[in-house]
Each structure stands twice: as structure tokens, then as C-alpha cells.
């Protein structure tokens, strides 16, 4: 020890170091002139306008009885903005004016702060009589672990339920389209207005986000390459596949696509590849996608929704996306690299004939560690034969494989591989059943795969309408979520969802199939993904201030046992 403190005073000899405070520093010196400029930094980042953070909030009184239908006005001042700076709706003239709320049947509300600075709350009763407020601090960084009242006024209680804080003001953006998982994280697509100049003229920068839980989105990617606006005739956006993962990196396909009004009728489209590497640079470039065969564009219909659109990596450099062509989707092999992008449905005889429920049967399949592409040949729904084409990757040498429902019952949907095992929704009247099929000969020549005698017990579906009710299983932890529809499209579908938790030897149903609290009815199946065994449910609804209404992003998580949480949580966006 001695040695060791003799070293260290000699060590400062030597290199004639001083040991000071920051209190001791003269800050006519350069030193002290750093220390003056890296704390104005810091107050400038805290500070700074183009942010904004929302607090969902409950107010009650004294006893906890919430103000029903009461009226929350608030506010807030940027203390780094200098004095009489005039207020404004959105924050054009340099502060943001008055914001108010009316609270719900819980006496909740969504509150939006625009700017960094003192925040202040004021809370009347339906009666508009004044019971109470509070004041605190917003800047940039601020959690709702961080968040603390500095001071406050009255009896009433001023709950913070959540609290989302964001380096973009909300207040302009445009978009929110979750857009599905890959290699345990989920993505999301939304995009933030620039150049504002009226309601139909504007510009946008579109933006990926990426989640590891659902909840704190803490990869946020700039995509470079596009000029996304809205103007006056026509707009231009893009559609996203689902994401694939590679090893390296993640991997979309994506239509900009121009559409007219009015009806936003489909004009004309680019087709380009999004690669974004695992590391999650702050911003990628998009790519022209040149490999498509003439004639074909990835998702240009509109009445086709972006659920009609499998992409899969297959692996060996391999993907398949599914393009339209003379009016109908074809999915396709590409090679990123490759000039050669054969037409799955012309080239191998693989089926469209009905996309609602053939391009669900699109599917790789892994066994004995070699990757299989199945699609299907036939009408599997209502047949008590499946017959499929797998694609043997990567040499793609086809075999053909049939799944037996064993008559009466017929098959309801394609098999999913779940696990390690092939599972398929069947219908044996007057019930629907799940039943695995044993996956041991599916690289034999031409088998024939015949459903295991005993069904996985639990399901007591009651579900009607449409064909191919099964529409997708999120999996995560070795916990299965199996997603029911009676639309395909899911336009204002009604949903049922059933869990397994052993393995596939039984399922419960979670009920309600979706939270209604707080909540927007589904359009899009990506809004469903499993991460650490919970499922999750992604939204964003629209909340007032008094002078309009805001976007707010929130996500639902299943509990242990199933159940739905009570109250949604906000989606954080870093």
C-alpha cells in the first residue's frame, strides 16, 4: 500500500499534475471557460423545444374518488427562452400556449408538454370549481422513476399512471404503423413532418424504431434516400414488409409508392430494399430493389393490406417477397446480389389462386437443420388434404408433402411450424380443433403426414365467417400465441387468441381477445408480437387539447397468468 501511494504522488511529479475542484477553478481560464460552455450545452440539451414529453395521469380526491368529466388546464414555461415570447397553438412563435384536458369516467387524461422547462397543472371539477395544482420539472432524459412534484396546491391526488418522453415533438407526426419482429426485437414505422405549410402541403422524414421489450424503443433509424411530402394533389408514403433477419442485419422490402386524390388511388411506386445493420447505425439509406422481373412492384394495390405480403429469409443469402403482377400478388425468390427472381407461383407452381388464405401457407420449415420454403398447391381450406411444395434452400430441389387431416375433419389453415412441431387449425364438426403433425418424415420423398390422434385440448372457438381463422402464432420463452380471425384483412375483424404454456399439449384462451380501455380496434396483425412469453398489443390513438388532438403511442402486455394488464403503458420512443 505504501508503494502504491508512492506512485502515485511521484506519478503527479512527474507529469506536474494538479489536483483541483470545479469550485476552485478561475473562470477567466480556459479551463474555466470549458466547464462555463459544457454547462450552457447541457442546459441548451435540456431544454431543447424540439421534444416532447406526455404524462397519462389520474386525478382524484382526497379519498381517491376521481374527477369525473373534470378539467385539467397546463402548461408550461421554457426557461431557456428569453421573456415575452408570445404563446402559440403548436409552439410556432417560440413558447406553447394553454393546453386543456377533460378527464374521463376514471378521471384520467393524456397531457402533452411541447418544451423543456417548469411545468404547471391545474385540476377544476366537472363544475369547473378549483381544487388543486401542481408544478415540475420536464427536460430531456426525464422517466417516470426520475419524475418528482416540486410543489403543489390542495388536497386532490395527481397520479402519474406513465410518463413518455421524446427527442421529436409528436405533435407532428404522421404515422405509426407497427411492422412486425425479427431476431427478438420489434419494429415499428412512423414518420415526423418538416416543412410545414398547410394541412395538405408538408414534408416528412420517415423513421424505423426497434424494441427489445415492446415498451422503450432504444434504436431509433433515419431512413436516408426517400423524399416522403404531402402535396396539395397526391402524397407519397411507404409500405414495409415484415422484417428478416439475416445474421448481420435486417432486412425490408419497401414500396414508395404516389398516390392521388381524392381516395388516395395508387399512382406509380419505386421498389427498394432497406438494410439496416445489426449495430443500428443512426440512419440508413434506402436501395433501389432492381431484381424484379418487368411488370412486377412490391405492394401496389391498396385493397390489399400489408398482411397480404410474406417476407421471409430462407437463408443462403436467399428471400422471398411477394410482389404484384397483372393484379394479383406473386411471391418471388430474390438474391440481394442476384439478377435471377423466379416467380414461386409461375416458375414452381406454388398457389395464389385465393391470397386470403394461400399466401398465410407460405412458410419455411426447419428440419435436420436445413431450411425449407412450403407453399401450397392446392385449396387446402375445407379439404381433408393439405398438399404442399417444399423448396428444399438452397438448392431448391421441390418435393411434395401431404398433411392428412384424417376425414371428417378437414384443415381451417395451413401448417405453422411452432416450436419444433407442425401445428394446423382444423374443423371436425361442430367443433374447431388444434393438432400437430409429426414433422420426423417431412424431408422423406413424397410423404404423406398424417395428424397426431390426440388434439391439443382447450380450444372452444366460436368464432364464424371467413375461411382460415388461424391467421398467425407469436411464440417467445416457449410460449405460443395462437391468433384467430374471421378476416382475413383484418378489417374490423373480431379476434379470439389462445395460449399454450406446455408445450402444445393444451391451450386457454385469453379473454377479452383485446383490451378495451384506452384502446383502438386492430387493423393489422403486426400490431400482435410475444416478447419475454407476454403478448403485446401496439396502437396509437388520438387525444384532446383543447384547441385539437394529439397522437398517443401505447402497448398493452399480458400478464402472467394471460390476462390483459389493466392499463396500457406508453410506448417511449428514445
Not at 7 to 36: H, M, N, V, W, Y
Not at 339 to 344: H, R, T, V
Not at 424 to 453: D, E, Q
Not at 472 to 486: D, E, K, Q
Request: proline content about 6%; glycine content about 6%.
Amino acid at each position: 500500500m505504501k508503494r502504491f501511494i508512492l506512485l502515485i504522488i511521484l506519478s503527479s511529479s512527474l507529469f506536474q499534475c494538479r489536483i483541483f475542484k470545479p469550485s476552485s477553478l478561475d473562470p477567466t481560464e480556459d479551463l474555466g471557460s470549458l466547464q462555463a460552455l459544457l454547462r450552457f450545452l447541457a442546459l441548451a440539451d435540456a431544454f431543447n423545444t424540439q421534444s416532447q414529453t406526455v404524462v397519462f395521469m389520474k386525478f382524484t380526491d382526497a379519498n381517491g374518488t376521481p374527477y369525473v368529466n373534470g378539467i385539467v388546464e397546463y402548461s408550461v414555461i421554457n426557461e431557456a427562452d428569453e421573456n415575452g415570447i408570445s404563446v402559440s397553438p403548436y409552439g410556432e412563435t417560440g413558447n406553447v400556449q394553454t393546453y386543456n384536458a377533460t378527464l374521463d369516467a376514471q378521471g384520467r387524461a393524456f397531457l402533452f408538454f411541447s418544451e423543456r422547462g417548469l411545468a404547471f397543472i391545474s385540476l377544476k371539477d366537472s363544475g369547473n370549481n378549483f381544487k388543486g395544482s401542481i408544478t415540475f420539472r420536464i427536460y430531456n432524459g426525464i422517466t417516470k422513476q426520475l419524475y418528482s412534484i416540486l410543489s403543489k396546491n390542495g388536497d386532490s391526488q395527481f397520479i402519474l399512471e406513465d410518463l413518455a418522453n421524446y427527442r421529436n415533438r409528436l405533435a407532428s407526426n404522421y404515422t405509426f404503423t407497427p411492422v412486425g419482429s425479427a431476431n427478438g426485437r420489434q419494429f415499428i414505422y412512423f414518420e415526423v413532418q418538416t416543412n410545414f405549410q398547410a394541412t395538405d402541403k408538408f414534408s416528412t422524414i420517415p423513421y424505423i424504431a426497434s424494441s427489445s421489450d415492446g415498451e422503450n424503443y432504444d434504436q431509433i433509424i433515419q431512413i436516408d434516400g426517400v423524399n416522403l411530402e404531402r402535396n396539395v394533389t397526391y402524397e407519397t408514403g411507404l409500405e414495409f414488409s415484415r422484417p428478416m433477419f439475416n445474421g448481420q442485419e435486417y432486412v425490408f422490402f419497401v414500396s414508395k409508392e404516389t398516390r392521388t386524390y381524392p381516395g388516395l388511388a395508387y399512382s406509380t411506386n419505386e421498389n427498394l430494399v432497406l438494410r439496416i445493420p445489426v449495430f443500428f447505425p443512426p440512419s440508413v439509406t434506402t436501395l433501389a430493389q432492381k431484381k424484379l422481373p418487368s411488370g412486377y412492384t412490391f405492394f401496389s394495390d391498396n385493397s390489399y393490406n400489408s398482411w397480404y405480403y410474406p417476407a421471409l429469409y430462407l437463408g443462403s443469402g436467399r428471400y422471398m417477397g411477394t410482389a404484384m403482377f397483372s393484379g394479383s400478388p406473386h411471391p418471388v425468390l430474390l438474391q440481394l446480389d442476384s439478377d435471377n427472381a423466379p416467380d414461386l407461383v409461375t416458375d414452381f407452381s406454388c398457389s395464389n389462386a385465393t391470397p386470403d388464405s394461400s399466401l398465410v401457407a407460405y412458410q419455411v420449415i426447419s428440419h435436420l437443420g436445413i431450411n425449407y420454403l412450403q407453399c401450397p398447391t392446392n385449396a387446402y381450406d375445407g379439404q381433408n388434404n393439405f398438399v404442399s411444395k417444399s423448396l428444399r434452400i438452397p438448392d431448391l430441389i421441390s418435393n411434395q408433402v401431404t398433411f392428412d387431416a384424417v376425414s371428417p375433419a378437414t384443415f381451417d389453415s395451413p401448417t405453422f411450424p411452432v416450436g419444433d412441431q407442425l401445428v394446423a387449425l382444423l374443423f371436425s364438426s361442430p367443433n374447431y380443433v388444434l393438432n400437430t403433425f409429426p414433422i420426423g418424415s417431412y424431408s422423406s420423398a413424397t410423404p404423406t403426414i398424417t395428424k397426431t390422434p390426440t388434439p391439443i385440448s382447450g380450444i372452444n372457438s366460436s368464432i364464424g365467417g371467413g375461411s382460415a381463422r388461424l391467421r398467425a402464432v407469436r411464440s417467445s420463452n416457449s410460449i405460443h400465441y395462437f391468433l384467430l380471425s374471421n378476416m382475413p384483412t383484418f378489417s374490423a375483424p373480431t379476434i379470439e387468441i389462445f395460449r399454450s404454456v406446455d408445450g402444445l399439449s393444451s391451450v386457454n384462451q385469453i379473454i377479452p381477445s383485446l383490451p378495451s380501455l384506452y384502446s383502438t380496434p386492430i387493423s393489422n396483425p403486426e400490431q400482435l408480437q410475444s416478447t419475454n412469453g407476454k403478448l403485446s398489443y401496439s396502437y396509437a390513438i388520438s387525444a384532446g387539447i383543447g384547441i385539437g388532438s394529439l397522437p398517443v403511442y401505447l402497448t398493452y402486455f399480458t400478464r402472467d397468468d394471460g390476462s390483459w394488464e389493466d392499463l396500457p403503458k406508453l410506448i417511449k420512443i428514445r
